[in-house]
């Protein structure tokens, strides 16, 4: 048998029962592979379930509040998707009807769905037979081929990806890798003792399963430190919506590029234009490491006069209407629950 035949015949067998899988629903299977971009399954199933009872038609989407939608999405991280998957379900509810593009080409003209989503989505809901080339299949693929050459993006697998899909079902071939890649032919203990597809992989006949994909050099991470500040006016926390760019339409507390001792961070808070500044205490440190970049923070509560222009001050019973990055999870959870009325 041919390797997709296979790989298909234990997809089969041991297919992961997941909510979005038998979907035929470009809505669906596009939420599913939006929220399923550097996330784990499992943590999607619950997200996935609370979008479809929330918006469970595009229109409906298309239809709600931005800051709705980032709310719901809330710990999910990357935040981009969200406001991507906002505009690209008002595009295609007011200017496609409510009808996704029915194929790869045409999905990828969606904000927010790239190469791999728009290949998942066509070949699922319309049977096109394009690869959904990601990290998990990319390494499943180098394996089988003991592909040499230095792989910087899934893509550049496209070529042999082509020639092994499965031309009858194609979103059934795509998914098989998923789950091959995530189940069996794991980064560090790929269970080849168990693979379906065992005989056809090259890498394990040469026993260097481990060599491959071949990656370029890592790049450090970029490490930035922050000071978040809860700070206190009236007794009301003080935050403000980020502009675009990273985390961009989300709601953070007073937030000061750099590390400072204390009299540092008061001349620079009065220096941006708060008044009355009383540093309280400080609070703990936190850390948060995003794709290619690394925030290290370092927290005070605080209290002032008055504020520079943009910021709001929450009432605390508030605060969990407001869109929040994990990234500020620990300043969040202290902020619900520390006592703000006064400077005590």
């Known amino acids: 048998m041919s390797f997709s035949a296979d790989l298909l015949a234990w997809y089969d067998r041991c297919a992961r029962a997941l909510p979005w899988r038998g979907e035929r629903d470009p809505y669906r299977i596009w939420l599913s592979e939006i929220m399923l971009q550097q996330t784990q399954a499992e943590t999607v199933k619950g997200y996935y379930a609370r979008f479809l009872a929330r918006f469970p038609t595009v229109e409906k989407l ?8 980032l709310k719901l999405w809330e710990g999910l991280g990357y935040y981009s998707r969200a406001r991507n998957l906002h505009a690209a379900a008002r595009i295609v509810a007011r200017e496609h009807r ?10 990828k003209k ?13 070949s699922i809901a319309y049977g096109e037979p394009v690869p959904a080339l990601d990290g998990n299949q990319a390494r499943v693929l180098s394996r089988i081929l003991a592909w040499e050459d230095i792989i910087k993006t899934p893509f ?9 899909i499965s031309q009858e079902r194609p979103g059934d071939y795509n998914q098989a890798l998923m789950d091959l890649g995530a189940a069996i032919c794991t980064p560090r203990r790929p269970g080849c003792a168990r693979c379906p597809v065992a005989a056809h992989c090259r890498a394990h006949a040469e026993d260097a399963v481990l060599e491959y994909p071949r990656r370029p050099a890592p790049v450090a991470k970029k490490q930035q430190d922050w000071t978040i500040l809860l700070m206190r006016v009236d007794g009301k926390l003080l935050v403000r919506q980020r502009p675009k760019g990273l985390l961009g339409g989300l709601y953070e507390f007073v ?31 936190s850390k948060h490491v995003f794709t290619h970049l690394v925030w290290r923070m370092r927290g005070w509560l605080a209290g002032c006069d008055a504020a520079p222009e943009g910021y ?23 902020a619900a629950e520390a006592p703000i009325a006064s400077d005590s």
């Open 255 to 285: 937030a000061i590029s750099g590390h400072f001792d204390e009299a540092g961070l008061a001349d620079a808070l009065t220096g941006l234009g708060f008044e009355g500044v009383r540093l309280l205490r400080p609070l703990p440190d």
């Open 156 to 164: 550049d697998l496209r070529s042999p990806a082509l020639t092994l």
């Open 312 to 334: 709001v001050a929450v009432a605390q019973a508030d605060l969990n209407a407001l869109p929040f990055p994990s990234a500020l999870r620990v300043y969040r959870e202290i």
């Open 62 to 69: 298309a239809g709600a509040d931005e800051q709705d939608v």
């Open 110 to 122: 969606l904000p927010g769905v790239g190469p791999y989503a728009a290949n998942a989505i066509a």
């Open 98 to 107: 409510g009808i996704f593009p029915t194929d790869a080409e045409g999905l």
